[in-house]
């Protein structure tokens, strides 16, 4: 088979790359990338030289691009996206064009190249909150509360009309909070550890009591893997692991693996429409799919902490002056009445 898979050189589109070559020696992948901040080719260095990968720098809103790249391809699975929601809020535009505008031009490339299968990579965040002791089910309404999450919707529902107006093979799957190594430092999880690392402060949001369910992202791609394989044309599959912890309990647990104390924890002015809790049924995955997380929290956390410890290479090259800018802008700019209690150890 021949893949193209979008945004290979981020997060969760690398673990992924790794993932197929390491468990189908017959497949061959194309990575079409644009190479944005939180891209880069090193995190790839231990697959470049491996025959059955190639690299395409391209953006998934060029037409022209995403065409050529199309030519002979089996399968796509769409990773490339804006994703980070704080950076929507500072402005959307660029989660608008990539999220929406490249998931048609690859949506309309791939149906005329005659693709087979299309999964596209979405996120549990379409949902919005969760009620409390409630879990989102595919047929759940759709309620995405950030510029980003209405992005991502945006793409699903652009996904599903072309199942159901022209047949196209599409599959969307939504996953929970992804954690484990390279992944960009402005995520919750690594932000943490390589600031702890340095002894820096930690922001956290609000309170810190914001509930989300982590998977450890081999988990994430085993689960892509079973929805590209076995997933049905035109059907939605939630990836969950059951994992639903408050962000200050994650925040701590981190901490005390690298051997830091709880007062590098800053309390920060809440993110404008945090959603409070993201939780999911995927009782469907399992059940057709045959997949379920196998990866334990507390495991998946100090492997995680582990290689972050051991990769200070590629943390030095990913934290350069555009990530720093950022972070200055984010939060170190931050303050309110909230945070200023909290961090006395009053309470809301």
């Known amino acids: ?32 990338d644009k190479l944005t901040y939180s891209g880069n080719l090193y995190t790839l260095r231990d697959v470049e030289k491996n025959r059955r990968y190639t690299f395409l720098r391209g953006d998934v809103c060029d037409r022209h691009k995403v065409q050529e790249a199309m030519r002979g391809v089996d399968a796509v699975v769409h990773f490339a996206a804006e ?55 595919e047929e759940c309404l759709l309620a995405p509360n950030s510029p980003y999450a209405a992005s991502k919707t945006g793409a699903d529902l652009l996904a599903r009309a072309y199942f159901r107006t022209y047949g196209f093979p599409v599959i969307i799957t939504r996953c929970t909070n992804n954690y484990g190594p390279y ?6 999880i690594p932000l943490i550890v390589t600031r702890a ?11 810190g009591l914001q509930v989300r369910d982590w ?39 981190i901490l005390q693996l690298v051997g830091k104390p ?3 924890l800053t309390y920060v002015q809440d993110r404008p429409g945090h959603d409070r809790r993201y939780a999911l049924n995927s009782d469907k995955a399992c059940r057709e799919l045959n997949w379920a997380p196998k990866i334990a ?36 700019r931050r303050d309110s009445t909230l945070a200023k209690v909290l961090n006395r150890g009053g309470k809301k």
């Open 183 to 188: 992944q960009y430092p402005e995520k919750f």
């Open 83 to 137: 994703s980070h929601v704080d950076r929507s809020i500072l402005d959307s535009t660029a989660f608008v064009k990539t999220n929406v505008l490249g998931t048609q031009c690859l949506l309309d490339a791939a149906r005329h190249a005659g693709v087979k299968r299309f999964v596209l990579v979405s996120t549990d965040e379409v949902y919005g909150s969760a009620p409390s002791g409630e879990k989102f089910t």
């Open 262 to 264: 709880d007062s590098l």
């Open 297 to 332: 929290l507390n495991d998946g956390l100090k492997q995680t902490v582990d290689w972050y410890l051991s990769n200070s290479e590629w943390i030095r090259r990913v934290t350069a002056r555009v990530y720093r800018s950022y972070y200055r802008q984010q939060y170190e």
């Open 1 to 32: 088979m021949k893949l193209i898979v979008t945004g290979g050189a981020g997060f969760i589109g690398s673990n992924f790359i790794r993932y197929i070559l390491a468990r189908h020696p017959r497949y061959s992948i194309r990575n079409l």
């Open 215 to 253: 998977i450890h992202v081999t988990d994430h791609c085993a689960g892509l893997d079973a929805a590209l394989h076995q997933g049905r044309d035109g059907e939605i599959y939630n990836l969950g692991a059951g994992n639903e912890w408050p962000n200050l309990e994650i925040a701590r647990r």
């Open 197 to 207: 690392l340095q002894g820096q402060n930690i922001p956290v949001y609000g309170d």
